[in-house]
Nanobody, 123 residues
Framework: QVQLVESGGGLVQAGGSLRLSCAASGRTFSSDAMGWFRQAPGKEREFVATITWSGGRYYAESVRGRFTISRDNAKNAVYLQMNSLKPEDTAVYYC?????????????????WGQGTQVTVSS
């Protein structure tokens, strides 16, 4: 059974940092593109960042320069380092795997999803 499990969410003050982790199991994701998305209350889920199997990265404009996506293929894991957090970053954050490695920003391009981890940034 394929699973993606996120961890590392929590409550942090504005300007603070959090590091999200996503542990994958059930298949090898080393050839996939991996992504992070988020969904704020009352809003649609939106793209945050994606990383190719070789480490190429792309970010949403709203997080560029503050967030860093990385991966450890040996551990079948992907991470999201979030710095200079803002209240508008408050959302449930989801890890996702794109098995066709299209390196996309559209959630329809992703085949597997985690359950999400809550990030709350207080002002």
């Amino acid at each position: 059974q394929v699973q993606l499990v996120e961890s590392g969410g929590g409550l942090v003050q504005a300007g603070g940092s959090l590091r999200l982790s996503c542990a994958a199991s059930g298949r090898t994701f080393s050839s996939d593109a991996m992504g992070w998305f988020r969904q704020a209350p009352g809003k649609e889920r939106e793209f945050v960042a994606t990383i190719t199997w070789s480490g190429g990265r792309y970010y949403a404009e709203s997080v560029r320069g503050r967030f860093t996506i990385s991966r450890d293929n040996a551990k079948n894991a992907v991470y999201l380092q979030m710095n200079s957090l803002k209240p508008e970053d408050t959302a449930v954050y989801y890890c996702a795997a794109d098995t066709r490695a299209t390196w996309g920003t559209n959630e329809d391009q992703y085949d597997y999803w985690g359950q999400g981890t809550q990030v709350t940034v207080s002002s």
